[in-house]
């Protein structure tokens, strides 16, 4: 998503762990350019999909 009026964009990534985000974000090819945040995200309580088991990593 862009963020209106900056050169900035904002990405979700559900990711299995911190280590497969860890990956994902070192292999991006401007990487060395970028200033990244990351802020976690908690999965909300009366969410539909909050049975359902985790998805492997890169699937």
Not at 7 to 22: M, Q
Request: aromatic content about 8%; hydrophobic content about 45%; charged content about 20%.
């Amino acid at each position: 998503m862009r963020c209106v009026g900056q050169y900035a964009d904002i990405g979700v990534f559900d990711v299995a762990d911190d280590e497969a985000l860890h990956r994902m974000l070192w292999n991006l090819p401007l990487f060395p350019y970028l200033m990244i945040e990351v802020t976690p995200l908690a999965q909300h309580p009366s969410d539909l999909a909050a049975g359902e088991p985790k998805r492997a990593a890169g699937a």
